[in-house]
Structures are given as structure tokens and as C-alpha cells.
């Protein structure tokens, strides 16, 4: 079942199913460049290697976005009411797998990377509108994650599609969002 069954009936509208592509696409993109653009307001000392910076990112970004469409895909499922915490080992073994960090090398560098997409929030100076957006849709997609993890739901071929088309606009945002230096703010001496 679909994490949004609600839902299925006007996915299956060509229109509707366009529109919410071109909107996820879209959403992901100026996601992505907000927050490539308040990076560099709030280091701007990364403007003197602007080049390496804009492609470090995009390649991480890109590494996230390919990383974590299998995880959103197929999730491994979790089962908090068979765990017993007899050992230590066993709690950590449980937070590992809650976290995804048991399979490997990539995935823990994709959700370093969503973890980072937080923390740039908090370090950014992002203010009002901007900031309600990106964190409102970023804990969007880290609920219907959790969702797809600890819930019998599974994302239909079409949300992992628009899943990717996020991740993907966040991605290319990126690289557009510090591509170019951005002006210093001018004091305000009132």
C-alpha cells in the first residue's frame, strides 16, 4: 500500500500527476538554491574557491539523492514491539538500524548529508518565509520516510519517482545556488 493512498486515485490523472511532478521538481530546486545561496551569505569566505565548493557539494548532494531513492524505495522495515534492550549491544544495534547506519559506507554518507541539510538551517541565516519552507519540507520528507520504516506502507513507484525528483532539484539547486558569488549585505548604519 502506497504511503499516501489518499492519494492514488489523482495520481492516476495525467494532469494532476504532472503538476505534482513538475511541483516536487520544482519544491526540491529552490529548496536547493536557498540553501546554496545562504551558505555562501553565512561562509563567505568559501566565495575565494567557489568552483571546488559548488562541485563538492553537487557531488554529495548527488551521492545523497542516489543514495537514499533505494532506502525511500524498499525501506527496511522496523518492528519496535518485538525489541528487547537486555544488552548494551543490542541497543546499538537497534539505533543503528533506526538510523540506517548498519549498511554501509554510503548510506551513512547520505544521511550525514540530510544531517547536515539540518544543521545548515540552524547555522544559516535564513530568515521568515525561506526558513519556514525548507525546514516545513524537509521534516515533510523525514516523516513520510519515517513512515515508510515503521509502518506497513510502502511508496508506490510514483512517490519514489517524485521522492528522486526532490532529491535530484535539491541537488541541482545546490550547484545553482553557489555557482556565482553573492554580494555582501550593506550595514545598515539607522
Same mark, same amino acid.
Given at each position: 500500500?502506497?504511503?499516501?493512498?489518499?492519494?492514488?486515485?489523482?495520481?492516476?490523472?495525467?494532469?494532476?500527476?504532472?503538476?505534482?511532478?513538475?511541483?516536487?521538481?520544482?519544491?526540491?530546486?529552490?529548496?536547493?538554491?536557498?540553501?546554496?545561496?545562504?551558505?555562501?551569505?553565512?561562509?563567505?569566505?568559501?566565495?575565494?574557491?567557489?568552483?571546488?565548493?559548488?562541485?563538492?557539494?553537487?557531488?554529495?548532494? !548527488?551521492?545523497?539523492?542516489?543514495?537514499?531513492?533505494?532506502? #525511500?524505495? %524498499?525501506?527496511?522495515?522496523?518492528? @519496535? $514491539?518485538? =525489541? +528487547?534492550?537486555?544488552?548494551?549491544?543490542?541497543?546499538?544495534?537497534?539505533?543503528?538500524?533506526?538510523?540506517?547506519?548498519?549498511?554501509?559506507?554510503?548510506?551513512?554518507?547520505?544521511?550525514?548529508?540530510?544531517?547536515?541539510?539540518?544543521?545548515?538551517?540552524?547555522?544559516?541565516? !535564513?530568515?521568515?518565509?525561506?526558513?519556514?519552507?525548507?525546514? #516545513?519540507? %524537509?521534516?515533510?520528507?523525514?516523516? @513520510? $520516510?519515517? =513512515? +515508510?520504516?515503521?509502518?506497513?506502507?510502502?511508496?508506490?513507484?510514483?512517490?519514489?519517482?517524485?521522492?528522486?525528483?526532490?532529491?535530484?532539484?535539491?541537488?541541482?539547486?545546490?550547484?545553482?545556488?553557489?555557482?556565482?558569488?553573492?554580494?555582501?549585505?550593506?550595514?545598515?548604519?539607522?
Amino acid at each position: 500500500m502506497a504511503i499516501a493512498p489518499f492519494l492514488e486515485e489523482a495520481f492516476s490523472d495525467p494532469i494532476f500527476a504532472l503538476v505534482t511532478v513538475i511541483a516536487s521538481f520544482g519544491i526540491g530546486l529552490f529548496q536547493g538554491i536557498v540553501l546554496g545561496r545562504s551558505i555562501l551569505y553565512r561562509f563567505p569566505r568559501l566565495q575565494n574557491h567557489l568552483k571546488t565548493v559548488s562541485i563538492s557539494l553537487f557531488v554529495l548532494f !548527488l551521492i545523497n539523492a542516489i543514495m537514499s531513492v533505494p532506502r #525511500f524505495a %524498499s525501506p527496511e522495515k522496523i518492528d @519496535l $514491539t518485538n =525489541i +528487547s534492550s537486555n544488552s548494551s549491544l543490542e541497543i546499538t544495534s537497534i539505533v543503528f538500524l533506526v538510523f540506517g547506519v548498519n549498511t554501509g559506507f554510503l548510506t551513512v554518507l547520505a544521511l550525514s548529508v540530510t544531517v547536515m541539510t539540518f544543521v545548515l538551517l540552524k547555522f544559516t541565516q !535564513l530568515h521568515g518565509v525561506l526558513k519556514i519552507f525548507v525546514f #516545513f519540507f %524537509s521534516v515533510l520528507i523525514l516523516v @513520510l $520516510t519515517g =513512515i +515508510s520504516r515503521f509502518t506497513e506502507l510502502t511508496p508506490s513507484t510514483f512517490e519514489v519517482l517524485l521522492y528522486f525528483l526532490y532529491q535530484l532539484g535539491i541537488t541541482i539547486g545546490i550547484l545553482i545556488g553557489t555557482m556565482r558569488k553573492v554580494k555582501p549585505k550593506k550595514p545598515d548604519f539607522k
